[in-house]
């Protein structure tokens, strides 16, 4: 059973940048694809970005695109978010997620097999 946890959150400044890591325990890391997810205060849970096994697709919210970008490293058992131009509105706990099938964690989000325990990031004006 693969394990996710997150790192890399903190507190910023609008316009900065900050990349978070997601590292997977378990031998079978690149059989799934990998998203992240996000929730602020008082809202839902929101997908943020997503990545297919191989890394060759991507799918990134269109609050995030242009300035977020997922992408993985198999041999490190590893999930990045690179996040630019940070907005005070991008202030919320963010989540690593895997699944054997892509369409679960970008259309799907109730089937979500793997979930990290979150990591906040803060954004302040």
């Known amino acids: 059973q693969v394990q996710l946890v997150e790192s890399g959150g903190g507190l910023v400044q609008a316009g900065d940048s900050l990349r978070l890591s997601c590292a997977a325990s378990?031998?079978?890391?690149?059989?799934?694809?990998v998203g992240w997810f996000r929730q602020a205060p008082g809202k839902e849970r929101e997908f943020v970005a997503a990545m297919s096994r191989s890394g060759v697709s991507t799918f990134l919210a269109n609050s995030v695109k242009g300035r977020f970008t997922i992408s993985r490293d198999n041999a490190k058992n590893t999930v990045f978010l690179q996040m630019k131009r940070l907005e005070p509105e991008d202030t919320a706990v963010y989540y690593c997620?895997?699944?054997?099938?892509?369409?679960?964690?970008?259309?799907?989000?109730?089937?979500?097999?793997?979930w990290g325990q979150g990591t906040l990031v803060t954004v302040s004006s």
């Open positions: 378990g031998r079978t890391f690149s059989s799934y694809a």
């Open positions: 997620a895997a699944d054997s099938n892509i369409a679960d964690l970008t259309t799907r989000t109730e089937y979500v097999e793997l």
